[in-house]
Nanobody, 118 residues
Framework: VQLQESGPGLVKPSQTLSLTCTVS??????????WCWIRQSPGKGLEWMGA???????SYSPSLKSRTSISKDTSKNQFTLQLSSVTPEDTAVYYC???????????WGQGTQVTVSS
């Protein structure tokens, strides 16, 4: 399975950040898989943001839940991240990742830099 993030590299404060992860080499409908978004801000560790399961159920980091939405498009074999009301603190490298349930995320995209600035 290969993952590739895409989206704008620059977002203005208060806007909504939207990123897409395109999956190849496998179907996003693979049973018992979880598809997630993780970010790393400058000088900080990895932060799990949320995930969507093959069933379509979602889970989110409590600290980001009010601003985060993850969805998937099975016809395009993609899943997307929307993060609303962004601030400069949301500047980070954003990764999409995937893995079989309970086994961690063994598949990662290369990451995409997103900068929040006016």
């Amino acid at each position: 399975v290969q993952l590739q993030e895409s989206g704008p590299g620059l977002v203005k404060p208060s806007q909504t950040l939207s990123l897409t992860c395109t999956v190849s080499g496998g179907s996003i409908t693979i049973s018992n898989y979880s598809w997630c978004w993780i970010r790393q801000s400058p000088g900080k560790g990895l932060e799990w943001m949320g995930a969507i399961a093959s069933s379509g159920s979602t889970s989110y980091s409590p600290s980001l839940k009010s601003r985060t939405s993850i969805s998937k498009d099975t016809s395009k074999n993609q899943f997307t991240l929307q993060l609303s009301s962004v601030t400069p603190e949301d500047t980070a490298v954003y990764y999409c990742a995937a893995g079989a349930g309970g086994q961690g995320y063994g598949y990662w995209g290369q990451g995409t830099q997103v900068t929040v600035s006016s």
